[in-house]
Nanobody, 126 residues
């Protein structure tokens, strides 16, 4: 059974930084692309960032490009999201996800992901 557990969320002032982690277990981590999505109250879950299986290809939503950095440590089965220059509009639950198919690039599409974590809340105050 695949398990994805996010951590690192919290309350931060605008302009601050947070680093989210996603620990994966239950199936081999390395061959699968990973993604981060977020969902604010009353809104649909939206794409934030994705990374391919080897970590050398990344994809970002325009709203976070230049502020957020996705990375992975395959030896530790862990995905990261470094979030800098946070804005109140970044407030949301953040979810990591693991791709359905091995050895593909990261995707913006939710349907490309088979497994999801429970989420970690990020709140940015103005």
């Amino acid at each position: 059974q695949v398990q994805l557990v996010e951590s690192g969320g919290g309350l931060v002032q605008a302009g601050g930084s947070l680093r989210l982690s996603c620990a994966a277990s239950g199936r081999v981590f390395k061959p699968y692309a990973m993604g981060w999505f977020r969902q604010a109250p009353g809104k649909e879950r939206e794409f934030v960032a994705a990374i391919n299986w080897s970590g050398d290809n990344t994809l970002y939503a325009d709203s976070v490009k230049g502020r957020f950095t996705i990375s992975r440590d395959n030896a530790k089965n862990t995905l990261y999201l470094q979030m800098n220059s946070l804005k109140p509009e970044d407030t949301a639950g953040y979810y990591c996800a693991q791709a359905r198919v091995q050895y593909k690039s990261g995707s913006r599409l939710r349907d490309e992901y088979a497994y999801w974590g429970q989420g970690t809340q990020v709140t940015v105050s103005s």
